[in-house]
């Protein structure tokens, strides 16, 4: 594995274990909605994709639907769901260790940039990050592809050479991807290994024991 002198984090199945405030926020949503309450298979494919894509092609919402069902997700997950969180168990040493070989670490997440800053200060993590980029709240920015680009901007990375991303999704490889950059799958979170092979990750890791390991040695 080639040295990696910036690393770019997905945050819900990378960082954190998130799935529990994401699922009651989709419930709270569809309950509210009026809507049926898509099975437990399907409830965890809201994790990982910009949230307003999987309302419209998981719960088969129309655009003026989804908008709707995103402002309902939006009243319980900022005082709730967003703490029905936890992190997993080697992160804060990874990002630890990492800022400590002078490494440059972001966060780089679909979801929106102040929720991931929540996020990032409740469990302490957001020491650790040089900058925490995120989605917008009005929904122009969440493609995984325009985040990554806008966290690459942000931080005034022009050489990718040693630029790699990390994320266990297939929507984080094809928008690494899509910006010039390798993506490390982490199979610990939502995917699976197929899942990010089939869409080109570089390398999987299955811990994040394994993860350390490729990122430090």
């Known amino acids: ?3 990696y002198d910036v690393i770019l984090f997905d945050l819900d199945g990378t960082l954190t274990d998130s ?3 994401i699922l009651n926020s989709v419930r709270y949503a569809c309950r509210k909605l009026g809507l049926e309450i898509p099975s437990e298979a399907t409830l965890r494919k809201f994790l990982g994709p910009p949230l307003i894509d999987s309302f419209r092609t998981l719960a088969g919402l129309s655009d003026a639907e989804a908008d709707h069902a995103v ?3 939006r009243e319980y997950f900022p005082t709730k769901g967003i703490f029905e969180n936890e992190v997993y168990d080697g992160v804060p040493a990874l990002l630890a260790d990492l800022k400590a070989a002078g490494k440059t670490v972001i966060i780089a997440t679909s979801k929106p940039e102040d929720f991931a800053k929540r996020i990032m200060t409740h469990f302490d993590l957001a020491q650790y990050c040089d900058f925490v980029c995120g989605a917008t709240m009005d929904e122009t920015r969440t493609d995984k592809a325009e985040v990554i680009a806008y966290a690459l901007e942000t ?3 022009t050489d990718k050479s040693r630029v790699v991303m990390v994320g266990d999704r297939e929507h984080d490889v094809v928008g690494a991807k899509k910006n010039g950059l390798p993506c490390i799958g982490a199979v610990y979170g939502y995917g699976s290994a197929e899942e990010l092979t089939a869409a080109g990750a570089t390398a999987l890791a299955d ?3 394994e993860l350390h390991k490729l990122l430090l040695g």
Do not use: C, H, K, P
């Open 1 to 3: 594995m080639r040295n």
């Open 19 to 21: 799935a529990l405030g």
């Open 71 to 73: 402002s309902a997700f």
């Open 155 to 157: 931080a005034g990375i």
């Open 207 to 209: 811990t994040v024991d």
